[in-house]
């Protein structure tokens, strides 16, 4: 299950307006992935100091991290979607973990030889907005302790999926699980609402709320819909399923999702909307020695 996890500020711009060179990792190791149990994903990002680890993630996750985008802009080989690596590496002392999408650009421009290009393309996706009646869920109370984190305090990125639902933790206090037709939210912003809704929807969602505070909230669905959920975050996930699960999300609608949101004051509306998108031209499927 992708979608994941770290976002980052924006590098400072350097005086004549030029972008200062990047930074690179110290240190920095990537290795294949171990496998993980069948029909299950373990994944995650962790930054502890002055080390950061990434584990069991595509490259195509690693390029968005990296670019600032999300997966679904992300396009190339079939590979980049499906091998899994993990990336070991330590920040330079005095390197703010601020600039980690340019030291993890570097890392993998040049461990995997990546080119690639851009383009814009129009997507439909979802636009979740506050819903006519306005808002059914109340923001949780301001964390006093969030005004002395910073960039270099530890923070992780922890998901673990299965057939019985999936969990993930966003670190300090924010995670949501999906398990016996239930998905409860926990400090959730609305940037990881989105990520959460993506892995179970059949087009991207794009936040239009304007909302930024965090949120506890629980959708039910119909455990029909469950199971076409759960199957859609697999596929998303790289997990190879039998013909006849896939079969399941021919005309999925989970219409039970769409009911929930509406009833804490959201709404999901289908639309286009052109999306800045990378297309991988090249890259080696075994990254150089570390």
């Known amino acids: 299950m992708k979608n994941f996890l770290l976002l980052f500020a924006i590098a400072s711009i350097a005086a004549w307006g030029q972008q200062p060179a ?33 584990v069991s993630l595509t490259l195509k996750n690693f390029i968005a991290t990296a670019y600032r985008m999300k997966p679904y802009q992300i396009s190339g080989p079939d590979w980049i979607f ?7 590496a330590t920040i330079p002392a005095g390197v703010s973990t601020t600039q980690m999408p340019e030291m993890l650009q570097r890392l993998i421009e040049d461990r995997f030889q990546l080119k690639m290009h851009r383009e814009k393309k129009d997507f439909p996706v979802y636009a979740l907005e506050i819903a006519k009646g306005g808002l059914k869920m109340q923001p949780n109370p301001s964390d006093p302790d969030a005004a002395k984190a910073d960039a270099n305090t530890p923070a992780s990125t922890n998901i673990n999926g299965s057939a019985q639902g999936i969990a993930i933790d966003f670190g300090r206090g924010s995670s949501y699980t999906f398990a016996n037709n239930r998905f409860e939210a926990r400090k959730l912003t609305m940037p990881n609402v989105v990520r959460a809704l993506e892995l179970y929807t059949d087009r991207p969602v794009v936040d239009m709320t304007g909302l930024t505070g965090t949120y506890d909230f629980t959708l039910e669905v119909t455990a029909e819909d469950y199971q076409a959920m759960l199957i859609r975050a697999a ?34 509306d289908a639309r286009k909307a052109p999306l800045d998108t990378i297309v991988v031209d090249d890259a080696r499927k075994t990254p150089t020695d570390n």
């Open 82 to 88: 499906s091998d899994r690596f993990d990336i070991a």
């Open 22 to 54: 990047r930074p690179e990792f110290e240190v920095a190791t990537i290795r294949p992935s171990a496998p993980s149990p069948e029909a299950t994903v373990t994944a995650g990002a962790r930054i502890d100091g002055a080390q950061v680890r990434w």
């Open 235 to 268: 596929v998303s996930a790289g997990v190879t399923l039998p013909p006849q699960a896939l079969r399941l999300l021919d005309g999925a609608s989970i219409p039970s999702l769409f009911d929930s949101v509406q009833k804490i004051g959201l709404k999901l």
